[in-house]
Antibody, heavy 120, light 108 residues
Framework: EVQLAESGGGLARPGGSLRLSCAASGFTFNTCAMSWVRQAPGKGLEWVSTINYSGSSTYYADSVKGRFTVSRDNSKSTLYLRMNSLRAEDTAIYYC?????????????WGQGTLVTVSS | EIVLTQSPGTLSLSPGGRATLSCRASQSVTGGYLAWYQQRPGQAPSLLISGASSRATGIPDRFSGSGSGTDFTLTISRLEPEDFAVYFCQHYGSSPWTFGQGTKVEIK
């Protein structure tokens, strides 16, 4: 069974940093693109970032480009999101999502999410 | 950037009723790379439909997707209690990979 477990969320000050992790199991992690998708309280879904299966290619939404960095450790089946220069508008639940094998930006499994709150 | 507009914002229906949800794209979604997700209250989203009309594994056949180009539809033929949720469309063919704002299906 595919499982994705996010961690690392919490309260951060504006301008601060956090690192999110997503531990994956139940599938061959090093063959799938992985993504982060966020959802502000009571709002819709926003794609944040994607990394390809090997880590050689990364993609970012304009809203986080230059502030967030996605990475992965295939030996640990873990996805990361380093978030710097945090803003109030980054407050959201951050979901880790597995890319479908043939279409990496189609999200066929999701974790339960971790809440990030940016506030002074 | 492809903007996806979903309508209506909220759909109030009774169990056993038929739900028709619309997703309209600002430009053509090439290859039919359009997905639908369901999000139940307090839960993460889950994939329902990909390629505009292909049900994901384990999705019951009361869910069907259709459409091409800029107009797509998700139909739930007979609403079960667990179907009352929010539904999002998403295109996954080109960057940025955007979502619609969602349609809430609520119990009337």
């Amino acid at each position: 069974e595919v499982q994705l477990a996010e961690s690392g969320g919490g309260l951060a000050r504006p301008g601060g940093s956090l690192r999110l992790s997503c531990a994956a199991s139940g599938f061959t992690f090093n063959t799938c693109a992985m993504s982060w998708v966020r959802q502000a309280p009571g709002k819709g879904l926003e794609w944040v970032s994607t990394i390809n299966y090997s880590g050689s290619s990364t993609y970012y939404a304009d809203s986080v480009k230059g502030r967030f960095t996605v990475s992965r450790d295939n030996s640990k089946s873990t996805l990361y999101l380093r978030m710097n220069s945090l803003r109030a508008e980054d407050t959201a639940i951050y979901y880790c999502a597995k890319g479908e094998y043939n279409y990496g930006f189609l999200f066929d499994r999701w974790g339960q999410g971790t809440l990030v709150t940016v506030s002074s | 950037e492809i903007v996806l507009t979903q309508s209506p914002g909220t759909l109030s229906l009774s169990p056993g009723g038929r739900a028709t949800l619309s997703c309209r794209a600002s430009q053509s979604v090439t290859g039919g790379y359009l997905a639908w997700y369901q999000q139940r209250p307090g839960q993460a989203p889950s994939l329902l439909i990909s390629g505009a009309s292909s049900r994901a594994t384990g999705i019951p056949d009361r869910f069907s997707g259709s459409g091409s180009g800029t107009d797509f539809t998700l139909t739930i033929s007979r609403l079960e209690p667990e179907d009352f949720a929010v539904y999002f469309c998403q295109h996954y063919g080109s960057s940025p990979w955007t979502f619609g704002q969602g349609t809430k299906v609520e119990i009337k």
